[in-house]
């Protein structure tokens, strides 16, 4: 179950879609002897209220963005097995200095130059293809640092959207790029 969850995790399309994942998570939480008898997610709206408000903030509904956000779920579980564990003093300074990084538009190449290779990734490997870069400690109680990224366009490299770290509400979390920024604007304007 967890070698299923961890492929759907990083590419849903190939594994059945999004809708698949609450499913994993589920049935990986019934696998677990929880005392109190509680589920990994509040079985009611969360789930959709969760995809909703992302998607408020991206130019269009992105999978790879959702399918982050149950990978951190799964992270805090222990369920999410990480490709690589950044050590706890690289995990602390890509925390403490990403919010600045936000400030500046950036690339895929940017954050990988600067902070190597992710502990996941979430969507399409091609450097060029939206997707989610995330950062993990081996310290599971430390959230899931992620990195979210639209396609490349003219840019060399996948653009940078967004980051987000932390467990508070998804806004509270996180810092959009210029680009970004303006994407998310242009989304709200048509909407109206």
């Excluded at 299923?4 to 019934?30: I, K, S």
């Excluded at 959702?66 to 097995?81: F, Q, S």
Aim: net charge negative.
């Amino acid at each position: 179950m967890l070698d299923e969850f961890n492929a759907a995790v990083r590419c849903p399309d190939a594994h059945g879609g999004l809708a698949r994942l609450p499913l994993l998570l589920d049935a990986l939480a019934q696998d677990e002897d929880r005392p109190d008898g509680t589920r990994w997610i509040v079985d009611d709206n969360a789930r959709l209220d969760m995809a909703a408000l992302l998607r408020s903030f991206f130019p269009q509904p992105e999978i790879h963005v959702v399918a982050a956000e149950y990978g951190a779920a799964a992270h805090k579980h222990g369920w999410l097995r990480l490709d690589r564990a950044v050590r706890t003093v690289e995990y602390t300074s890509l925390v403490e200095t990403a919010e600045g990084w936000a400030e500046t538009d950036r690339t895929v190449d940017d954050v990988l130059r600067v902070h190597g290779r992710p502990s996941v990734i979430f969507g399409d490997q091609d450097p060029r293809s939206a997707k989610t870069l995330g950062y993990a400690s081996g310290d599971r109680t430390s959230p899931l640092a992620v990195f979210h990224f639209d396609a490349a366009g003219d840019a060399p490299s996948a653009r940078l959207l967004a980051f987000r770290c932390g467990d508070g509400l998804f806004g509270g979390s996180m810092g959009l790029t210029p680009f970004g920024d303006a994407l998310a604007d242009e989304r709200e304007r048509l909407q109206h």
